[in-house]
């Protein structure tokens, strides 16, 4: 796991987006999957200007997003639908049919499930694949105890990450879902490459246990400290909790000039 520490979460984000401008230049017809909620906004943000400005050229990818929550219409100003519409898709130039999220309203949800993974297996998998931490180690809405093998399905959502969500909702638990389709822990650890990204304070104990900690599926985030390429983007805050903060910066500061971002 590559540890980068970075002064605030917006400099962070500008080295996710590279990073993610640098795969789709490198292979235009990437497939990407992607992430909502609070901390991809700022990479989204940077990906579109890359688009506006410099001509990052959407017109070849695919992408295949985390999760959806069940019973949401795609219209519903809450659903990951609105939010990636919102966020990215509506301002790049990516084909509608090469977008894929899961259908929270499908009547047949494990059938949902496994028509989503087989998409991502026709697409060839997935190349690289942006990730937020919940501050229950959750990766996707893959919540503690998940296993660590498991493939996307439906899941539980915790209490905790209902309150950290019902923002969302205007405040309102009744009109939060309760169930999520997500991508597994099993189908993220099979993407080739990963990009955690992890702000705040919020996050700080959830990220020392992912990437010092056991791997356990009480904190599924610490999977990744099995995945061959896994880049953990950070701010200071979500930083504080870890041991060996001087060791990151000083292999980041070191770099070969080839490996900078
Ligand atoms: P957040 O959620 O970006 O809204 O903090 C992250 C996550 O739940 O993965």
Redesign the pocket.
Known sequence: MEIIIQPTANAASVIAARLIARQVREKPDSVLGL?T????IATYQELIRLHREEGLDFSRVTTFNLDEYVGLQAEHPASYHAFMDLQLFSHINIPRERIHIPDGMAADVPAECARFEAAIRAAGGIDLQL????SDG??GFNEPSSSLASRTRIKTLTER?RA??VYNFGGDFAKMPLHCITMGVGTIMETRAVLLLAFGAG?AQAVAEAVEGPITAMNPASILQMHPVAKCLMDEPAAARLKKCEYYRWVFDNKPQWQRV
Do not use: M, R, V, Y
């Open positions: 992430a909620g609070s901390t991809p990730l937020g931490i919940g959750h990766i990450t950290d969500n996050k």
